[in-house]
């Protein structure tokens, strides 16, 4: 059972790895004894937490950024100067905005746009090659997009731009799954309420109630995170392509 959700040795790129909902899943993989790639836009923070996880396994830094398709594309080129293969892609860089409807101006859109979904299916596009030399029929590469809850239900504040974005990554979502498969598997986590810098404001003016609201009664983890992308990661799913999975503690999924 444990080489059934076994990622040892396996290679990892994680997008926006410095942080929040990235963080947890790029040092769940470090512990787990992947050999993991973390990549964001600030160089020294990406590079000071990729020196910290490197302490309790193997991971490197490559900052980038991921708005452009110009970004997307260097990423990729930085990461196959050392690599010709990667068996798991997180697309996880994200950005979100929240204003009054009426307020609500194309800068708005195009922040979390050019991020959540083009800078997804860019750097996927840009590694494609990279995953299909990993994977085979019988194992898979994985792709894993981080979505959100908010591209399920309706969220209570004012973040149109994130919310149709996330949206958007869940059916790219699927549809890379039918093209890309059978040698590599995509499917997304759309987390709820996790401690990180995009929740932060909200689990600081609402986050007991926030947890009241769920029917497990609390905020997400890190080891809930971990563990997710490591199921999604390991053999034990490698017959699962096009799922959403909300890691949410049933907010969204029993209302």
């Not at 410095?18 to 964001?40: N, P, Q, W, Y």
């Not at 590599?184 to 947890?211: C, H, Q, R, Y």
């Amino acid at each position: 059972m444990s080489e059934l959700f076994s990622i040892e040795g396996k290679s990892a790129l994680v997008t926006g790895g410095s942080r929040g909902i990235g963080l947890m899943i790029a040092e769940g993989f470090v512990r787990a004894g992947a050999d993991v790639t973390i990549s964001s836009r600030k160089a020294d923070v990406c590079d000071a937490v990729a020196a910290e996880l490197a302490e309790i396994g193997t991971c490197r830094s490559i900052p980038a950024d991921l708005s452009t398709e110009a970004g997307c594309r260097a990423l990729a080129e930085a990461y196959l100067d050392h690599s010709d293969s990667l068996d798991i892609l997180v697309n996880n860089a994200g950005a979100t905005w929240g204003a009054p409807l009426t307020d609500f101006d194309d800068a708005a859109w195009n922040r979390t746009l050019d991020l959540n979904v083009k800078g997804v299916f860019h750097t996927t596009k840009f590694l494609v090659d990279a995953l299909r030399r990993a994977g085979t029929a019988d194992d898979p590469s994985r792709v894993i997009n981080i979505g959100s809850i908010d591209g399920i239900h309706v969220p209570v504040m004012e973040t149109y731009s994130y919310s149709a974005s996330k949206a958007a990554v869940h059916q790219l979502t699927r549809h890379l799954a039918a093209k890309l498969a059978p040698e590599i598997t995509v499917n997304a986590i759309a987390p709820g309420p996790f401690e990180s810098k995009m929740m932060a404001a909200t689990l600081a003016a609402a986050g007991d109630m926030i947890a009241a609201s769920a029917p497990l009664k609390r905020i997400g983890r890190p080891d809930d995170m971990a563990g997710t992308a490591i199921y999604l990661a390991s053999r034990a799913a490698s017959y699962v392509t096009g799922v959403i999975l909300a890691v949410d503690g049933g907010i969204a999924t029993t209302r």
